[in-house]
C-alpha cells in the first residue's frame, strides 16, 4: 500500500489521501493512521483518491468507516452508534474515483449511499 496525501489550500485547507493498491487487512491500520495523522495536523476536510484501487476487502470497508467517524469529531474511545451517514460525516470525507471493484463493494456494504463520490478531483474540492 502506498500512501500519498497533497494538502490543497482553499478557504480551509483539504486534504487528498491517494491510495495505490489494494485496501485489506494487512494494511487497513496504515490507512486509517495516515486519517487520523492529517486529522490531528490538523486538516479537518478529506478527499480519499480510490483512482489506484483495484480491489478492497471488508476490513477496508472497515477502514473508510473509522475514518468517517474520525472526521466526525468522535472520540475513539466513545462509544457509539454507527455514525457514517451523520452529516458531518458526509461533509467532510469524500471518495473519489472508485474502481468499479471498489464502487461495487461500496455499494454492496450500504457504505456508497453515505458518502459522496465524484468523478474528478475540482468537484471533489469544491464541494467543501
Do not use: C, W
Not at 487520523?36 to 479537518?44: D, F, G, S
Amino acid at each position: 500500500m502506498n500512501i500519498t496525501v497533497n494538502i490543497q489550500q482553499r478557504r480551509e485547507p483539504i486534504a487528498v489521501m491517494s491510495l495505490q493498491g489494494n485496501i485489506d487487512a494487512s494494511n487497513f491500520v496504515q490507512v486509517v493512521d495516515k486519517a487520523r495523522e492529517i486529522y490531528q495536523n490538523p486538516v479537518r476536510d478529506l478527499v480519499i483518491d480510490l483512482s489506484d484501487v483495484s480491489s478492497i476487502s471488508t476490513t477496508g470497508l472497515v477502514a473508510i468507516h473509522k475514518i468517517a467517524l474520525l472526521y466526525s469529531g468522535i472520540p475513539e474511545t466513545m462509544a457509539h452508534p454507527d455514525l457514517t451517514h451523520a452529516s458531518t460525516a458526509r461533509k467532510h470525507v469524500k471518495l473519489l474515483n472508485p474502481q468499479p471493484a471498489v464502487e461495487k463493494a461500496l455499494e454492496t456494504a450500504g457504505l456508497k449511499l453515505f458518502f459522496k463520490v465524484f468523478r474528478d478531483l475540482e468537484s471533489a474540492l469544491d464541494s467543501f
